[in-house]
């Protein structure tokens, strides 16, 4: 299946913002699975949560979908080294992505929904809004196809 995202340039203009604002392009040195880094998993999630809403015609507010998603890893760490403070990182990193991510940009109520709500149901509280179950979901897509290392691209 082909991975047609119309409005991809919202995307590459998001990536372009971050990257020159923030330490965004840091995320390409750390490993997210396999042999995918923490930045092209989080284009990855960006690019499915995107097409996901163009396909289905759901309704949302891209902008925060995108910024959202491309921030939803921003932990700035390399969780494969071993120490204490990686040992519950599956649980904890979404409350540090946000607090690296807030700490640069205003982010609103969905944007950080997004990213603190991501690893649901790991972490028990549920998404509120459309767009954090649209990533949410995504974001364990482009895992599994990660760690299974099936070579997909989406941007
Ligand atoms: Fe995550
Ligand atoms: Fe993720």
């Known amino acids: 299946m082909a991975f047609i995202i119309k409005d ?3 995307i590459i ?39 996901i809403c ?6 949302v507010n891209k902008y925060s979908l995108v910024k959202g998603a491309l921030l939803h890893d921003y932990f700035l760490y390399d969780w494969h080294v071993p120490d204490k403070t990686h040992m519950l ?16 940009f205003k982010l609103n109520d969905r944007e950080k929904d997004i990213i603190t709500k991501h690893m649901f149901p790991l972490t028990p509280v549920p998404p509120h809004f459309k767009e954090s179950w649209i990533v949410t979901i995504s974001d364990k ?7 299974l290392h099936l070579k997909y691209r989406l941007l």
């Open 89 to 104: 990182h599956g649980f904890t990193h979404p409350k540090v992505a946000f607090k690296n991510a807030s700490q640069v």
């Open 8 to 10: 991809k340039k919202l």
């Open 13 to 51: 203009e998001e990536i372009r913002y971050l990257s020159l604002n923030s330490r965004f392009n840091e995320l390409k040195k750390y490993t997210q699975h396999g042999n995918t880094s923490v930045y092209e998993h989080c284009v990855n999630v960006a690019c499915l949560s995107l097409w």
């Open 54 to 59: 163009e396909k289905t015609g759901i309704k």
């Open 141 to 147: 897509i482009c895992s599994v196809m990660e760690i």
